[in-house]
């Protein structure tokens, strides 16, 4: 079974705050994504990743930043955590293959900025 | 840029009915996947049921079938006798088509429709 695991399932920060999100997925897929999940919003992309080193911007990438150094880890980075940026943090990972198109999810992680 | 549109934010099935839950899209693609997760109160995404565009047969999982329509981009979802533990947030996605030089586009998502059961 593939698994994606991301390091809390609750986080509590202070604003101002430099926070780090860590997910890291067994299987070898080539891309790592972070999305962030609001009531009447769904999930909205924030940053992902095709290859180490990679990463490109998705919807919403202000306020945060990413990291791959290595292919099983994908972090995610907020420089200085906002009120506004209380939320709820998924991961997900998948291949690149022609027909592989399933995104694997961590269990997520429920961050309030205080 | 595609869209994902959900318009039922909440829908109410009595246990073993049939319920459908609607999903459109907006793409200029040709090639493309369609897929309905399901997140349940542990929080865990869980694929329910995948569709690639190119195919003209509905996909059918159990209970679970999608009514493809390509040309309208219509994707419902329907459910058929329906169970307690089908009780959570539907999320219909999309995504392009995998780039033949590798990359990567990410999902993209509706808003989601809760789904209650009612025993």
């Known amino acids: 079974d593939v698994k994606v695991t991301q390091s809390s399932r609750y986080l509590v920060k202070r604003t101002g705050e430099k926070v780090f999100l860590e997910c890291v997925q067994d299987?070898?897929?080539?891309?790592m994504f972070w999305y962030r999940q609001d009531p009447g919003l769904g999930l909205r992309l924030i940053y992902f990743?095709?290859?180490?080193?990679?990463?490109e911007k998705g919807d919403i990438p202000e306020g945060y930043s990413v990291s791959r150094e290595k292919k099983e880890r994908f972090s995610l980075i907020l420089e200085s955590a906002s009120t506004n940026q209380t939320s709820m943090y998924l991961c997900?990972?998948?291949?690149?293959?022609?027909?592989?198109?399933?995104?694997?999810f961590g269990q997520g992680t429920r961050l309030t900025v205080v | 840029a595609q869209t994902v549109t959900q318009s039922q934010p909440e829908m109410s099935v009595q246990e073993a009915e049939t319920v459908t839950l609607s999903c459109t899209y907006d793409?200029?693609?040709?090639?493309?996947?369609l897929f309905w997760y399901k997140q349940p109160p542990s929080r865990q995404m869980i694929l329910v049921i995948r569709?690639?565009?190119?195919?003209?047969q509905n996909a059918t999982e159990n209970r679970f079938s999608v009514n493809f329509q390509k040309a309208a981009k219509s994707f419902s979802l329907k459910i058929s006798d329906s169970q307690l533990g089908d009780a959570a947030m539907y999320f219909c996605?999309?995504?392009?088509?995998?780039?033949?030089?590798?990359?990567?586009?990410?999902?993209?998502f509706g808003k989601g429709t809760h789904l209650i059961i009612q025993p």
């Open positions: 997900a990972s998948s291949l690149s293959r022609e027909g592989e198109t399933e995104a694997f």
């Open positions: 299987m070898d897929h080539e891309n």
């Open positions: 990743s095709y290859d180490v080193k990679m990463k």
């Open positions: 793409t200029s693609e040709s090639d493309y996947y």
């Open positions: 569709q690639e565009a190119y195919k003209q």
């Open positions: 996605a999309y995504r392009t088509a995998p780039l033949a030089g590798g990359g990567a586009d990410g999902l993209t």
